[in-house]
Nanobody, 119 residues
Framework: QVQLVESGGGLVQPGGSLRLSCAAS????????MGWYRQAPGKERDLVAA???????NYADSVKGRFTISRDNAKNTMYLQMISLKPEDTAVYYC?????????????WGQGTQVTVSS
């Protein structure tokens, strides 16, 4: 089992910035994939940004140029830097990591952190 702890959400004005963190209880260097999803009220959970092993980051079109996903393997922590925030970015943000074994892969999710963009 992998425990994930998210932090960094909050209330920010439009145009502001936030950095989300997701700390894992297991080495993230061996994860197969990691990323961030978000879910706004009444909507489905959508991919925001993700990194796969050996691949480049990919982003939802709505956040390209504003959000940056990164990782610190030494701290077993993933980040989502968000700038130029818009009201439509308001959602609960969830991090995930995927770990694989020969028998298959498992996805582990954080508890979610609320991001509210409002004046």
């Amino acid at each position: 089992q992998v425990q994930l702890v998210e932090s960094g959400g909050g209330l920010v004005q439009p145009g502001g910035s936030l950095r989300l963190s997701c700390a894992a209880s297991r080495s993230i260097a061996i994860s197969n994939a990691m990323g961030w999803y978000r879910q706004a009220p009444g909507k489905e959970r959508d991919l925001v940004a993700a990194i796969t092993r050996g691949g480049s980051p990919n982003y939802a079109d709505s956040v390209k140029g504003r959000f940056t996903i990164s990782r610190d393997n030494a701290k077993n922590t993933m980040y989502l830097q968000m700038i130029s925030l818009k009201p439509e970015d308001t959602a609960v943000y969830y991090c995930y990591f995927q770990y694989c074994k020969p028998a298959g892969c498992n996805n582990y999710w954080g508890q979610g952190t609320q991001v509210t963009v409002s004046s």
